[in-house]
């Protein structure tokens, strides 16, 4: 092994000559010579807790969302300090950083980035501001399903958006690009079912999309062919087996960033990837006896959720539009002729409306929040909160 100026183990075995230089002093050559290698080497290490510390420092990591940051928390625990922009309340839709937020950034040598609104805005900014920032872009080449001109309030085109899946369930693919599949309607409940309880080709996702970086202005240009389709949905992570890729290429991306840890890094990824699987089978039995059933929330942020477990949303806005009178008559007269008992909002968005339909159905109001931190508990409290909802429809 080869040894550089200024390198910590140069800079240790001339710690370690001038401490025996020291010690030889005190208690003379021989009694010196006869000290074991391992004292010399912990008395280094003791008197240098400065560059013991530069050695450990933790990897700055930024992440747009909280359920982002509870990924690379799982991933890299205490080897990683994280800083998460759109704090609990926010929405990412509305969401700009604050001057601290953008100082503090152009700091950090990497970004996780997965797709949410502002990053498209943002990060050319950023990255300007901080052109050694590594921005990884998690949601690269995911399919993405997207909101639609209609899927808010004319709930006729709902089915053409609700059962969009990943590009690994259909091959007949061929007239859409990679960031957005539109199914068929009948196909699309075929292709769930009997794919619904596979992995979707995290080994295709690896040898096409973790060899080369994210390029966010390409990123950016995909964004400007798919502006027909609508809206794209970034609230991908709310799909468990979506979510198994984010954390595969994410623990790539820490792994090389931070080698001396890989092999734990490693582990870890193991684990959370079986967690995920399991948390998939456990809310898909949990679900089954409700497919092709429909609910209603304020926001369609759950939409990639309902797309696994066959289920249909219907939103009572999109892209923080809240319906016009004749659409809000609309919504409440569809909830009445399909029973609906509950209206699902979050913390982020405006419940006027959700709520005065609420009043009109006399129905409940419950929280699906896309955004919670504890992941894991998030979609098991979605899971059952969806369950108690259907089962009040059904006792009406």
């Not at 890094?265 to 995920?276: G, S």
């Amino acid at each position: 092994m080869s040894m550089h100026a200024g390198s910590p183990l140069a800079s240790r075995q001339v710690l370690c000559e001038k401490l025996l230089s020291r010690v030889q002093r005190m208690l003379g050559p021989r009694a010196a010579r006869a000290l074991p290698l391992s004292v010399l080497g912990a008395l280094a290490a003791f008197a240098t807790p400065a560059a013991h510390a530069q050695d450990s420092a933790p990897l700055h990591v930024a992440v747009s969302v909280p359920p982002m940051a509870w990924m690379v928390d799982q991933l890299a625990g205490e080897h990683v300090e994280i800083t998460t922009l759109v704090k609990p309340g926010d929405s990412p839709h509305a969401y700009d950083p604050t001057p601290r937020q953008v100082a503090e950034l152009s700091a950090v040598p990497l970004y996780l980035a997965i797709g949410v609104p502002f990053e498209q805005v943002w990060l050319p900014r950023l990255v300007k501001n901080n052109a050694e920032m590594q921005v990884v872009h998690l949601e690269e080449g995911l399919n993405t399903r997207h909101f639609g001109s209609g899927e808010a309030h004319d709930h006729g085109h709902d089915e053409a958006h609700a059962h969009e899946q990943d590009a690994h369930h259909d091959g007949d693919h061929d007239d859409h690009d990679e960031h957005g599949v539109h199914h068929d309607e009948h196909a699309d409940h075929e292709a769930h079912e009997e794919h619904h309880g596979e992995h979707e080709g995290h080994e295709e996702h690896h040898d096409e999309h973790h060899d080369e970086p994210a390029d966010h202005q390409e990123h950016g240009a995909q964004h400007d062919e798919d502006e027909d389709l609508g809206e794209a949905d970034p609230h991908l992570w709310l799909d468990p087996q979506r979510m198994q890729t984010v954390v595969e290429r994410a623990a790539e991306v820490l792994e090389a960033r931070l080698p001396q840890h890989a092999s734990e890094i490693d582990a870890n990824e193991q684990r959370l990837l079986k967690t995920l699987s399991e948390l998939d089978a456990q809310i898909a039995q949990t679900l089954a006896p409700y497919k092709g059933r429909n609910f209603l929330i304020f926001h369609p942020s759950f939409g990639y959720f309902a797309d696994r477990y066959s289920l249909e949303q219907h939103a009572i806005e999109v892209s923080g539009r809240e319906p016009t009178p004749r659409e809000m008559a609309t919504l409440i007269t569809r909830a009445k002729d399909e029973n609906i008992g509950t209206i699902f909002v979050s913390g982020q968005f405006s419940q006027t409306a959700a709520k005065r339909i609420a009043s009109s159905l006399e129905a409940e109001v419950a929280v699906l929040d896309p955004l919670a931190e504890d992941y894991l508990d998030n979609l098991k409290h979605a899971t059952e909160a969806l369950k108690a909802g259907f089962e009040l429809t059904d006792s009406q």
